[in-house]
């Protein structure tokens, strides 16, 4: 499966006003609430039906960030991961237990713990990588045409600008 769409940056403004008159033409129709209800039953689907495998969703997803965003603090992470730092408390021991973080002291606050990944991590992260591709290519390609597929790539690119910006403005949210 490959996809023939290129992100480019040079379209977002055509984009953005496409998405507004969209969703300002059709206000009644809840756009946005049919988007997010969309993403939340298939991050569910995706919880409860993928393979499984040795590392829970959660964390599966605390290596993921330690991953894309580099060695960083458990707060740092907890906040990524959107969830309060004594939640993280087990679940940073328990993968340190098994060999899949180190922690080591902070260059800046030698009271700080930096969290990185192992070798073991990374190596059991493709492995789960790849089996979850797997199950996802196989349902799309059963599910979807090549204009759909083409499309979903895309939105997973944009769903991840989306999650990396998430936080910056959440403390706007709550005041909704």
């Known amino acids: 499966m490959r996809s023939n769409l290129q992100g480019d940056s040079t379209n977002n403004t055509k984009q953005r006003s496409l998405i507004s008159r969209v969703i300002e033409a059709n206000p009644s129709d809840g756009a946005i609430t049919e988007f997010r209800r969309s993403v939340t039953r298939l991050a569910r689907l995706f919880s409860t039906s993928m393979p499984k495998g040795e590392l829970t969703p959660l964390k599966l997803s605390a290596l993921t960030a330690i991953r894309r965003n580099g060695p960083m603090s458990a707060k740092t992470l907890a906040v990524k991961l959107g969830i309060l730092p004594q939640s993280l408390t087990r679940i940073v021991g328990e993968l340190e237990a098994n060999g899949l973080v ?37 349902t799309m390609e059963r599910v979807l045409n090549s204009v759909e597929i083409d499309l979903l790539i895309l939105a997973g690119k944009t769903l991840n600008k989306l999650a990396d910006d998430w936080g910056t403005g959440r403390s706007d949210l709550k005041k909704m």
């Open 102 to 138: 180190k922690r080591s002291r902070g260059t800046k606050d030698t009271r700080e713990h930096i969290l990185d990944l192992t070798h073991k991590a990374v190596e059991l992260m493709k492995e789960e990588g790849y089996r979850r591709d797997e199950f996802v290519r196989a």
